[in-house]
């Protein structure tokens, strides 16, 4: 029996973290239920409103809101930001008037839209917040860009401190005919009054935020004509703690290496979502043909509601095995990986499976949850494909791989067998992160290669090129450019010649019509890129010396050259030594 309870609270805890990871589903699901229990009286529908729904005798309208940031939405400043899907749709098709009994409970519907027809409205954000309680990032502003028709208008704003499961709770409790606990959390809600600038907009900041998971709801009250409306609301978390997340690529996973900082030792649920940003779009459909198995709501063609009952949180806990596969259907199979594990302590392993992911651009949202409760949350990028992957051979082979999306091809020579190598590549066009100085012109951008164990032990020498296109040149002599390597002991870039370093055994350059590749034979991996010296440095030696400068000044004169360059070039000078490093 005990275990059975433990198993049970795994399965919850481990759901409410994949449903908190993809905050998407959480905000939507937020503003839904909260929506559904604010009670404020009827107001006049015209093309200002979209809808108004009476529950008995409770009333809520809603303002309309566009796809533009002035159409009433509210956007969130301070704390950390974390993508969400783009584009964020909101699809209602149904009757655009009804009147029903709903489990006892006399439900009004009224929209301004056609009937069964499609209406879209698209979130125009493509970021949100996330806050983490006493560490400089617990300060919450947000602005409301509202319509200018609600110019000059006084609000009420109400912040409601509410997790998803007591959301639950509270349409459970709605359609049951019972309004105990959403009349519990309206009035435990942090009241604030305010009057809108002539454009209808506002500001306001929470300082010191304490964790927990909250919404926010601005209501117009007009005491004349007695006139309540909803005219925007938004959800966000405040966090307990920061986390680490750092990844390494393996051959068929990403090892996922998790540190929750300042946290108390004790069993966390440590979850990550890895989803391909190209498919991390959502549009919420909702369908209504006025009976009560007839609301559905879909995301991305699945259902997420049916008949009022959320699917996979319609029984008396949430269900995590459906909710993965739910998440799995939203995406697709080969653009998602889902992987948690209930660990004792404060950092936690986890290797998200990437068999069968296709290739692309990645998020990754790592997150960790206690009590029902997400605790910590980390955003990181990543590139995944099998470009450099399972790599094998024997003693006097050569294995060739061809990164055509980074212009990086690598030939590398074994001197014994290899099994399961692996060769990952990362390019970047700014400085990595192991890289503190920088050089001075790299229009190749940066290359770092790292290889496990396996590869790094059966390698003899690695060619490795490095391709420029001419038009990243921006007029550089492409006969200049060279190949150096990043010197992490001296933090210095040093230009690659055979035996200096050790480790570089041949360098060259060569030109075709289209692109510029500088090249060297290596006999280990590191961070390299191909670039060149400043056009002023005549000598080549990485400094500029005063008669350097003495030539860009005469250059100036001569309406060879810009002031920003003999700006450019002075300051060079005044650094002394190197500017590369």
């Not at 009994?101 to 125009?124: A, F, Q, S």
């Not at 090129?465 to 933090?491: K, Q, V």
């Not at 003999?566 to 590369?580: A, F, N, P, T």
Request: charged share 20%.
């Amino acid at each position: 029996m005990a275990s059975s309870v433990i198993k049970k609270a795994e399965h919850v805890e481990k759901a409410v973290l994949m449903s908190r990871l993809y905050t998407g589903i959480t905000l939507v699901l937020s503003l839904f239920i909260t929506f559904s229990f604010i009670t404020v009286a009827s107001a006049t529908m015209n093309d200002e409103y979209i809808m108004e729904i009476s529950i008995d005798e409770n009333h809520v309208s809603f303002a309309d809101h566009n796809g533009t940031a002035e159409g009433n939405w509210i956007s969130l400043s301070g704390g950390e930001t974390f993508k969400i899907p783009e584009p964020f749709t909101f699809t209602y098709n149904g009757i655009n008037s009804k009147n029903a009994i709903i489990k006892g409970r006399n439900v009004t519907v009224e929209l301004n839209v056609e009937n069964n027809t499609d209406h879209v409205i698209t979130y125009p954000y493509d970021t949100h917040q996330m806050y983490v309680a006493g560490s400089g990032l617990d300060d919450v502003s947000f602005t409301f860009h509202g319509s200018d028709h609600f110019a000059n208008r006084e609000v009420d704003v109400y912040l409601f401190n509410s997790s998803i499961v007591d959301l639950k709770h509270v349409l459970d409790d709605l359609m049951e005919g019972n309004t105990a606990s959403a009349h519990a959390i309206y009035d435990n809600s942090q009241e604030s009054e305010a009057v809108l600038d002539g454009n209808g907009d506002m500001s306001m900041t929470y300082n010191d935020m304490n964790p927990g998971s909250y919404s926010i709801m601005i209501i117009h009250t007009d005491d004349i004509t007695e006139e309540n409306i909803l005219l925007s609301a938004t959800a966000f978390e405040v966090l307990d703690y920061s986390a680490d997340l750092r990844t390494t690529r393996n051959s068929n996973n990403v090892q996922l290496d998790i540190t929750v900082e300042d946290a108390p030792d004790k069993t966390y649920t440590y979850g990550a979502i890895l989803i391909k940003e190209s498919a991390y779009t959502t549009d919420v459909r909702v369908e209504f043909d006025g009976t009560l198995n007839g609301f559905d709501v879909l995301m991305n063609g699945v259902p997420i509601i049916e008949g009022f009952d959320l699917v996979g949180m319609s029984k008396d806990d949430i269900d995590g095995a459906e909710l993965e596969e739910c998440l799995t259907d939203i995406f697709g199979a080969d653009n998602i990986s889902i992987v948690y594990e209930a660990v004792y302590g404060t950092n936690a392993t986890l290797y998200a499976d990437t068999t069968g992911l296709s290739e692309g651009d990645y998020l990754v949202f790592a997150g960790v949850t206690s009590d029902h409760d997400m605790v910590a949350f980390e955003q990181y990028e990543m590139y995944i494909t099998q470009v450099g992957m399972d790599l094998f051979g024997g003693p006097g082979d050569e294995i060739i791989i061809n990164d055509t999306r980074n212009g990086i091809r690598v030939i590398i020579g074994l001197n014994q067998s290899l099994t399961n190598g692996m060769l990952q590549i990362e390019k970047s066009t700014t400085l990595p992160n192991n890289v503190t100085q920088p050089l001075f012109y790299t229009p190749a951008g940066f290359a770092t290669f790292t290889a496990n164990d396996n590869l790094s032990q059966a390698m003899a020498y690695a060619y490795i090129y490095i391709d420029c296109p001419h038009h990243c040149l921006n007029g550089l002599d492409p006969n200049a450019m060279r190949f150096h390597w990043y010197d992490e002991n001296s933090t210095n870039w040093v230009q690659l010649e055979p035996g200096n370093p050790p480790c570089c055994l041949e360098t060259g350059q060569y030109n075709t019509e289209h692109i510029c590749c500088c090249w060297a034979k290596v006999t280990h991996f590191s961070t390299y890129t191909s670039g060149t010296y400043h056009p002023y440095d005549a000598n080549k030696d990485g400094m500029i010396s005063i008669d350097e400068v003495n030539t860009t000044i005469d250059d100036y004169y001569a309406g060879q050259t810009s002031i920003r360059m003999v700006s450019e070039i002075i300051d060079l000078y005044r650094m002394g030594g190197s500017y590369c490093k």
